[in-house]
Nanobody
Framework: QVQLVESGGGLVQAGGSLRLSCAAS????????MGWFRQAPGLEREFVAQ????????NYAESVKGRFTISRDNARNTVSLQMNSLKPEDTAVYYC?????????????????WGQGTQVTVSS
């Protein structure tokens, strides 16, 4: 069992930066690949970024590549998402999730543990 708690969301102007953090409980955190997803109002939840259990391999949605960076600290049971050059279209609730299945890194159904989400609002 893994419990996830996100923090770091807020209101920022376009072009600004935010750093989201996700704190995990449980001794098995380091065995899970982790992902960030987001959901904007009226839209389905979408993949943002993913990091392997070791932290060596990362993947990003095309819409955030070059602007967002995912990282993890297995000693502290945390995963972070550094978001730079934010755009109004990045406005969403951001969720961290632990990958428990064998499916695609980019699919919600591959993730079995989810946080409650943190709101990110980017003003123009």
């Amino acid at each position: 069992q893994v419990q996830l708690v996100e923090s770091g969301g807020g209101l920022v102007q376009a072009g600004g930066s935010l750093r989201l953090s996700c704190a995990a409980s449980g001794r098995t955190f380091s065995s899970y690949p982790m992902g960030w997803f987001r959901q904007a109002p009226g839209l389905e939840r979408e993949f943002v970024a993913q990091i392997s259990a070791s932290g060596v391999i990362t993947n990003y949605a095309e819409s955030v590549k070059g602007r967002f960076t995912i990282s993890r600290d297995n000693a502290r049971n945390t995963v972070s998402l550094q978001m730079n050059s934010l755009k109004p279209e990045d406005t969403a609730v951001y969720y961290c999730a632990a990958k428990t299945g064998f499916g695609s890194n980019r699919m919600e159904s591959s993730y079995g543990y989810w946080g409650q989400g943190t709101q990110v609002t980017v003003s123009s």
